[in-house]
């Protein structure tokens, strides 16, 4: 029975190490006291970090027989290292954490534990302890708000760091569509779910990766990416106001007719072309979100560039993993 472990990491020198340590020793402890024995790998997926990252997995990988990497031409994004990790992973179960150490290595016997009793996903559920005030509300606020709109449903505090079983791995490697969103990926593929819960951490090292425009597009992939209602909703709104102008017309018709033409209109004439040019335009916009990324996904490019591993691929090439 093997595990694999994948960690993205993207310019995480200040914590790499520590985060090596700390997952090795709570495997290998696990691995003694288990009656079924197991083997692990650690997948560090190097997302073109700019710092000695690299040069430090591959200094920790002359040490660890079980450390594998693979290493990105340029920086491709968490999704794109993710996909790596799964589409190379060799494991019966695969962990995806993170390398800050905020998800914590310890939580990972009990999710082990859960896979034995046969869940295909064990999924980690932080709260917010420690987080910025601001950050909370808006995510409770955007949580609220697209539980309503996308088809599949995400929860608050439930990100990456879970447990799943190689049937789970086969569904996610098999999903290529170019704008991956994998909190809504890993709940559209379904399976067996089981949620455990733990305390907030704060970053072991080093700086977040997620700017505010980098959360803000990303919350706009979520709304976007699982369903078409933002395009049912122009029509709805197109609709609504046809259904209100032929109100007006007729309003003003019947006064025409009864007091003769009223000519000063200035401000209702330039209300109208004002709100429907904005609905127009935040209309175009819709559409042209969706025709964007139908543009991403027929051209069919791969999703990463691999520009070293020490994973075996002879059989197995960047276009292969993305037939899988
Ligand atoms: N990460 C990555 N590529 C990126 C950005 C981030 O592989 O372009 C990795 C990063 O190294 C870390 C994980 O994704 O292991 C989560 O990033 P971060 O801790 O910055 O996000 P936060 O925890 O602040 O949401
Ligand atoms: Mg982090």
Known sequence: MLISVIIPCFNEAEVIEKTWEKLSEVLTADEQHRDE????????????????TMAKIKALACQDHHLK?????????????????????????????DADLQHPPELIPEMIDGWKDG?????????????????????????????????????????DFRLLDKKAVAALVSMQEYNRFSKGLFSWIGFKQKIINYENRQRAGGETKWSFKRLLSYGIDGLISFNNK?????????????FISLIYILITFIQIIAHGVDVPGYFTLISAVLIIGGVQLISIGVLGEYIGRIYYEVKRRPHFLIQETNIATENKTVSDVRKM
């Not at 994004?77 to 019966?92: F, H, I, P, R, V």
């Not at 995510?139 to 990100?159: C, E, F, P, R, S």
């Open 37 to 52: 024995p197991y083997m692990h790998e650690l997948i560090f997926v190097d997302d073109g970090s700019s710092d000695a």
């Open 230 to 242: 933002p395009l049912r909703a122009c029509c709805v709104l197109g609709f609504f106001l046809v």
């Open 69 to 97: 990497y693979i290493s990105f031409s340029r920086n491709f994004g968490k999704e794109a290292a993710m996909l790596a990790g799964l589409s190379y992973a060799a494991g019966d179960c695969v962990i995806i954490m």
């Open 119 to 159: 869940y295909d996903q064990v999924i980690a559920r932080r709260n917010r302890v420690g987080d910025n005030k601001r950050k909370t509300m808006a995510a409770h606020l955007y949580y609220k708000i697209i539980n309503h709109i996308v088809d599949v449903k995400m929860t608050d505090g439930i990100g």
